[in-house]
Every structure is written in structure tokens, then in C-alpha cells.
């Protein structure tokens, strides 16, 4: 068997490289301490707390990236974008990790490309689709998760009206949604949320549960909370409320009460996280090593120690 990348492969790494490489060494610190310091409240209340989480991102970057092709890498090839599969996408993600968060940051719009292409109605690709070719600062996230209502939004928890409360209803040519959202990874700094609701309040989640995009400018979408998280500083996991906010019918994902198909497509489109983790573990072991052939310790580098050599071995290997 060949596990050798194709020369599309190998030209996606390459670019990502030299990007990182003369972009992201010294040049890019998350601003941690500065969120931690902000009066999380006060700027709720003074209608801002949206631009500060937006602000500490490393915008030069993500427009560099943009501009060479890896943020819009999973964008169909018809609108413009690289249009590749998971396979690539896996060994894109998996280069982007070697580099940090903020190289990973990057692939943020890969996930919610893939359930748009896979999902969306042509009608609705149409329309997001080329904002994202062409603005470098719009945001994704997804909302699922609720207060009350974690594991329990999958089988075996699938019983009616237990679980997720969120509600979404249709009026004439809208649709209005109710209800919260806990742990929204960049919540508070994404433009569209693809938010998941019920649509029956009778029927088990499999069976009356519905996907939507939902625009956070909407009256109605508001950041209840900012959540301490030990990582992914950079995109602030929030909690999201939604007070009868009404977006176009047109911004269902899919149909009606069949939501739950799509979620869990969801999880396997979220592969970028897995590769991104891989290319992190890479340079991890790589850094490893290399501080281990250079450390002495009694008179010889540290890796010759039966001690530290074995288990950097039996990183290599596993």
C-alpha cells in the first residue's frame, strides 16, 4: 500500500509552511491576560463585548491566509474555493497544527463549509458561500449544546421533550427561534451560528430536531457569558441566548425535523480537529527530541539516558 501524499497534498503543505514560517514566530501572542483583566459584564452591557472578543484575534494573519487559499480550502470549486475532501482537509489540518492555535485558527470555516455543501440548499450556498470567498473576517460557530441538555441531546437519551428546550417555529416566511446555548467555541465572535433546535416538541430529538443559520447580528442573539477554558483562548467559548429571534425559512439547513442526520455528519466534518491535534503531537515529540539530544545531564545528552531515551522511543512508535 502507498501511503505517499499526492502533489496536491504536498503543495497545500508546502504553502502552509512558508506562511507560517515567516508569519507566526514571534509575531503572535494570545492576548489572554488582556480578556482575563476586561470587565466581562460592563462591556456586555455597553452592547461591545462582541468587537473586544474579535479584536484579539490576529487579523493580519487570517487575511494572509485567506488571501493564499487556506481558509476558503473546503468553499466548492464553483464558487471558487479549493474544494477538497476530507482526506485532504485531514492532512491540511494536520500541518496547520504543527504551528499552534494560530495557524489552526485558519481552518476555523473548514467544518461549517462542509456542512453547507453537504446540506444547504442551492439557494442558500449561493448566498454564503461567496461572502466567505470574499471577506477574510467572517466567523463561524455551532450551537447545540444547552444548560440543561449535553449527552443527552444523542440517542440513547432520544425521548420526547427531554433534553434540548431551544424551539424554533415557523411564521409566515420566518422562522423564530427560542431558547440558550452553553459552550459555543467563538460564539461571541462568529457572524453565522449554525444552531440546532427543536421543531417538534412531541418527537424525540431524532425525529424533531432542525439545523439553522442564524446571523448573530439578528435581533434577539445576545452573549449571556464568556467562559473560562483552559484552551482555545483565541476563539472564547460562550454561552448564547436567543429571545425570538427570527431569521428568513430560507436559512433552515436541510429540512425540517431531520436535524439530527446532519449532526452527526457534523461530528465526522469536524475532522479538521483531529488532524489539527495529530500535527500538534508531531512537533511536540519533535521538540522532544531535539531538546533531548542538545540537554546534558552527567556528562551526556539527556536522550542517552536509558531513563528519558526509552520514553521518547516509545513516543515515536505509538
Not at 482526506?87 to 461549517?112: C, I, K
Not at 434540548?164 to 453565522?192: H, L, P, R, S, W
Not at 431531520?258 to 480537529?273: H, M, N, P, S, T
Request: glycine content about 10%; charged content about 25%.
Amino acid at each position: 500500500m502507498n501511503f505517499e501524499l499526492g502533489e496536491e497534498e504536498k503543495a497545500f503543505i508546502a504553502v502552509i509552511n512558508d506562511l507560517c514560517k515567516k508569519e507566526i514566530p514571534g509575531k503572535h501572542i494570545d492576548k489572554v491576560k488582556y480578556l482575563d483583566e476586561l470587565d466581562i459584564e460592563e462591556a456586555r452591557r455597553q452592547g461591545n463585548l462582541r468587537e473586544i472578543l474579535r479584536e484579539r484575534l490576529p487579523w493580519d494573519f487570517l487575511k494572509k491566509a485567506h488571501d493564499v487559499g487556506i481558509r476558503t480550502l473546503t468553499v466548492p470549486a464553483k464558487y471558487g474555493g479549493g474544494g477538497i475532501g476530507l482526506f485532504t482537509e485531514m492532512v491540511v489540518s494536520e500541518a496547520l497544527g504543527r504551528w499552534g492555535g494560530v495557524a489552526v485558527l485558519s481552518s476555523e470555516p473548514y467544518a461549517f463549509c462542509n456542512c453547507m455543501r453537504t446540506f444547504a440548499s442551492e439557494e442558500l450556498q449561493d448566498e454564503i458561500f461567496p461572502q466567505i470567498m470574499e471577506n477574510y473576517t467572517l466567523l463561524t460557530s455551532t450551537a447545540i449544546t444547552e444548560p440543561d441538555a449535553g449527552t443527552d441531546t444523542h440517542i440513547p437519551y432520544d425521548e420526547p421533550g427531554a433534553g434540548m428546550k431551544t424551539f424554533a417555529y415557523a411564521e409566515g416566511d420566518e422562522y423564530v427561534i427560542n431558547g440558550e446555548k452553553a459552550f459555543c467555541t467563538g460564539g461571541g465572535q462568529a457572524d453565522f451560528i449554525t444552531l440546532f433546535a427543536r421543531t417538534d416538541k412531541n418527537a424525540p430529538i431524532s425525529k424533531g430536531m432542525s439545523a439553522f443559520l442564524v446571523p448573530t447580528k439578528s435581533p434577539g442573539v445576545s452573549v449571556v457569558r464568556v467562559n473560562d477554558m483552559i484552551m482555545n483562548e483565541l476563539r472564547r467559548n460562550t454561552d448564547l441566548l436567543f429571545e425570538n429571534v427570527r431569521i428568513p425559512k430560507r436559512y433552515l439547513i436541510g429540512k425540517e425535523n431531520e436535524g439530527y442526520a446532519l449532526w452527526e455528519a457534523f461530528r465526522v466534518l469536524v475532522i479538521r480537529f483531529a488532524g489539527a491535534e495529530v500535527g500538534a503531537f508531531q512537533k511536540m515529540y519533535e521538540l522532544t527530541k531535539e531538546y533531548a539530544t542538545t540537554r546534558i545531564q552527567g556528562g551526556k545528552p539527556i536522550i542517552e539516558h536509558v531513563n528519558i531515551g526509552s520514553r521518547i522511543l516509545d513516543i515515536g512508535i505509538s
